[in-house]
Structure formats: structure tokens, C-alpha cells
């Protein structure tokens, strides 16, 4: 199994930017598909999560800017990101859940599959 990242990258603060992220090996139709970023000097947060339902839930730092959203099709989950702000730097990573549910999704330790990470970067 193998979860590709890409999208990351410069942006001004105000910018937007949309993270891809697709699953490849096996079909995660019914999993929990979660965001999480790390910033330099910190531990890894999360940011968000999306269930098989399509229900979401945001970290309260980027609730209102950013909105999840998955393409089962394709197996393929999207982190839209809007009115960035210099806080929002870090690698952000994706990830599959191990037990398909929604109630541990903020734990990154109920999260079996991570994808490499994409950075970035949001300048004042």
C-alpha cells in the first residue's frame, strides 16, 4: 500500500492551495482518511479527517480555511486550503485509519498507512 502526496508548496499568506493525496494497493472506500502536519520543532497535529459518509471534522486553527473532501473513484483524498496563514507551514501528511472509525479520528496512533508528506510553505 502506498499513499502519494503532492500538491504542497510556496504560497503568500492569503493564498490557497489543494493537497492530493491517492492510495494505491488496496481500495479504502469505507476508511477514515485523515491530514495531519508537522511544523519545524513541533510534534505532528492533527488537521482532518474525512469518513467513508463523507463527514469531516477540522482542527479548530483551520476550521473555516481549509475543507476536506475524497473521491472514492479514485481513492483519492483533497485538503483544500484557503486564507493561509504563516502558522499553517509544515509538512503535511496523509493518512488511512486501521479500524474505519470516525470516533478515533483525531489519534494518530489509530492511523496505519502515511503517505511521505508534502511540504508547505507560507510566507508573510
Known amino acids: 500500500v502506498q499513499l502519494q502526496a503532492s500538491g504542497g508548496g510556496l504560497v503568500q499568506a492569503g493564498g490557497s492551495l489543494r493537497l492530493s493525496c491517492t492510495a494505491s494497493?488496496?481500495?479504502?472506500?469505507?476508511?477514515?482518511l485523515g491530514w495531519f502536519r508537522q511544523a519545524p520543532g513541533k510534534e505532528r497535529e492533527f488537521v482532518s479527517a474525512i469518513g467513508w459518509s463523507g463527514m469531516t471534522e477540522y482542527a479548530d486553527a483551520v476550521k473555516g480555511r481549509f475543507t476536506a473532501s475524497r473521491d472514492n473513484s479514485k481513492n483519492t483524498v483533497y485538503l483544500l486550503m484557503n486564507s493561509l496563514k504563516p502558522e499553517d507551514t509544515a509538512v503535511y501528511y496523509c493518512?488511512?485509519?486501521?479500524?474505519?472509525?470516525?470516533?478515533?479520528?483525531?489519534?494518530?496512533?489509530?492511523?496505519?498507512?502515511w503517505g511521505q508528506g508534502t511540504q508547505v510553505t507560507v510566507s508573510s
Open positions: 493518512a488511512v485509519d486501521r479500524d474505519r472509525n470516525f470516533r478515533t479520528r483525531r489519534d494518530e496512533t489509530q492511523y496505519e498507512y
Open positions: 494497493g488496496r481500495i479504502f472506500v469505507n476508511n477514515v
